[in-house]
């Protein structure tokens, strides 16, 4: 099973500051295997991110993945009031074929 | 555009049988994707469960195989799920969620599902 390690487990950030959230895998994963979500309280994970830096249908510009191997990261360029969230990162693979890191959640500081 | 809605009973008693359905509308399940059941709890995280296709072909998490069915009925545009000889540690909300592009794409609204006497 590949594991997937977030860090950090909380970030505390402004509006308008620039994010940088890191998903560390246990074994390699191919760069179309990769993907970004966001939950917000009360709602199911949205898709931010898939293929590493390929964004979903309606994502804003102001997301972006990228890395490769072991190292992926999602980019924040300017945080919005809404973007204050818990991120997972998800990779397509061995069985079982999706797993999940544990979360970094994006707080207001 | 697809949507997702699950249904089912909210509380099940320990060593029963947790079943939920997942209607889909938007989109005919019987055209293709694999089609998805995941699950989250404050303890274990997001945890996907298994996948069903149109033919019929299924994959399951390793960790839950030997309790887990998922079906498909193509005239009622619907999958589900079921989880048998549930405990405690099958409390979480559930998601029935659609395969694409080796991600999740579009979720339902999830679930909760407590497993108490």
């Known amino acids: 099973e590949i594991v997937l390690t977030q860090s950090p487990g909380t970030l505390s950030l402004s509006p308008g500051d620039r994010a940088t959230l890191s998903c560390r895998a246990s074994q390699y994963v191919m760069d179309t295997r990769l993907a970004w979500y966001q939950q917000t309280p009360g709602q199911p994970p949205r898709l931010l991110i898939y293929?590493?830096?390929t964004r979903a249908t309606g994502i804003p510009d102001r997301f972006s993945g990228s890395g490769s191997g072991t190292d992926f990261t999602l980019t924040i360029s300017r945080l919005e009031p809404e973007d204050f969230a818990v991120y997972y990162c998800?990779?397509?693979?061995?069985?079982?074929?999706?797993?999940f890191g544990q979360g970094t959640k994006l707080e207001i500081k | 555009q697809v949507q997702l809605q699950e249904s089912g009973p909210g509380l099940v008693k320990p060593s029963g049988t947790l079943s939920l359905t997942c209607a889909v509308s938007g989109y005919s399940i019987g055209n293709g994707y694999y089609w998805s059941w995941v699950r989250q709890s404050p303890g274990k995280g997001l945890e996907w469960i298994g996948e069903?296709?149109?033919?019929?072909?299924?994959n399951f998490n390793p960790s839950l195989r030997s309790r887990v069915t998922i079906s498909m009925d193509t005239s009622k545009n619907q999958f589900s799920l079921s989880l048998s000889s549930v405990t405690a540690a099958d409390t979480a909300f559930y998601y029935c969620?659609?395969?694409?592009?080796?991600?999740?794409?579009?979720w339902g609204q999830g679930t909760l599902v407590t497993v108490s006497s």
């Open positions: 293929g590493t830096s």
């Open positions: 069903i296709v149109h033919i019929g072909k299924t």
């Open positions: 969620t659609r395969n694409n592009n080796y991600s999740l794409d579009r």
């Open positions: 998800q990779q397509y693979g061995p069985s079982p074929l999706y797993t």
